[in-house]
């Protein structure tokens, strides 16, 4: 089973960047589609971008479009979520996951999960 750690947050000012990192354990990291999801205080998880096993296809909630950008390389066992332009409305726990697509629903462990701020 794929092992998950997320690193890169902190704590920003709106429109500042930041780039979230997560390194998976195992194999078979670059047969799976991989996810960026997020939670805030008092709400539900939600899903924020996915890539696809080889990088080729992107997908991105609404709420991110033109302003997240996820990509990977599978020779690190690494997924990234560049964040630019950040709101304070993405303050959230970021957590990545293996995902099926197109549902993005996500399967196997989450990892421990990154802290974003973003100060007003």
């Known amino acids: 089973q794929v092992q998950l750690v997320e690193s890169g947050g902190g704590l920003v000012q709106a429109g500042g960047s930041l780039r979230l990192s997560c390194a998976a354990s195992?194999?078979?990291?670059?047969?799976?589609?991989m996810g960026w999801f997020r939670q805030a205080p008092g709400k539900e998880r939600e899903f924020v971008a996915a890539?696809?096993?080889?990088?080729?296809?992107?997908y991105y909630a609404d709420s991110v479009k033109g302003r997240f950008t996820v990509s990977r390389d599978n020779a690190k066992n690494t997924v990234y979520l560049q964040m630019n332009s950040l709101k304070p409305e993405d303050t959230a726990v970021y957590y990545c996951a293996a995902v099926y697509i197109p549902t993005m629903i996500h399967f196997g462990s989450w990892g421990q999960g990154t802290q974003v701020t973003v100060s007003s």
């Open positions: 195992g194999r078979t990291f670059s047969t799976y589609a």
């Open positions: 890539i696809n096993w080889s990088g080729s296809n992107t």
